[in-house]
């Protein structure tokens, strides 16, 4: 899964040691990270990302639904 790589890749973790259910602030993910991500996702996705709303969602798989509804 792309955004998984991408918070591993920031993370300096293996993919496979990130849970998709396990909430980002518990990995470090905090606000400086989480732009630099957001604005990732932008430039993959090609869409705007509400910052504030991205914020909101706590884990890999809550921000995935968000991207997937906003793509849609």
Not at 20 to 44: F, K, M, N, Q, T
Request: charged share 30%; glycine share 2%.
């Amino acid at each position: 899964m792309w955004l998984l790589d991408r918070i591993a890749f920031y993370l300096d973790r293996p993919t496979e040691n990130i849970d998709p259910a396990v909430e980002l602030a518990r990995y470090g993910v905090d606000s400086v990270y989480a732009i630099s991500i957001i604005s990732d996702i932008e430039d993959h996705l090609q869409v705007e990302v509400d910052v504030a709303e991205a914020r909101r969602r706590e884990t890999v798989a809550d921000l995935t639904a968000y991207l997937l509804d906003l793509v849609a």
